[in-house]
């Protein structure tokens, strides 16, 4: 089986910082990802919104370099996450990023875009406390 995504939108909120009961760093965001397709002479938009998990270094840098609105690239894999919730079964799909790449600086420095000032380190984490 081949289970593999990769991703470039916006953070549609600042990143949540948690650390795991073994003192790993975790962070959790979302990312909105548009797609557009022409329908005849119009053109559609299709806005995709996407809960993302980080583990390890590359969880505290994300959590101190991204904010909401960061253009990000995000390489990962599909989970699919079940609970129980007042007798209802629930569940989502979330990405465990392994690789994160900030695309662009924070706001007010001298260049917006980037692609290789601020990055995180080259890392892939395997590590899951759960």
């Excluded at 916006?10 to 979302?30: H, I, M, N, Q, W």
């Excluded at 919104?49 to 609105?69: N, P, R």
């Excluded at 990023?97 to 380190?121: C, M, T, W, Y």
Aim: glycine share 8%; proline share 5%; hydrophobic share 35%.
């Amino acid at each position: 089986m081949f289970n593999r995504v990769i991703l470039i939108g916006r953070l549609t909120k600042d990143p949540e910082v948690r650390y795991a009961p073994s003192g790993l760093p975790v962070t959790s965001f979302g990312l909105a990802v548009n797609t557009r397709s022409k329908q005849g002479d119009d053109f559609k938009e299709e806005v995709l919104f996407i809960d993302c998990v980080i583990f390890g270094k590359q969880a505290e840098s994300s959590g101190q370099y991204l904010s909401k609105g960061s253009l990000t690239l995000i390489e990962g894999r599909l989970r699919e996450r079940k609970w129980e919730y007042e007798g209802q079964k629930r569940s989502k799909i979330e990405v465990i990023a392994n690789n994160v790449r900030f695309l662009q600086r924070k706001e007010g420095s001298a260049s917006e875009h980037i692609h290789d000032d601020i990055v995180p380190p080259e890392e892939i984490t395997r590590e899951e406390p759960f």
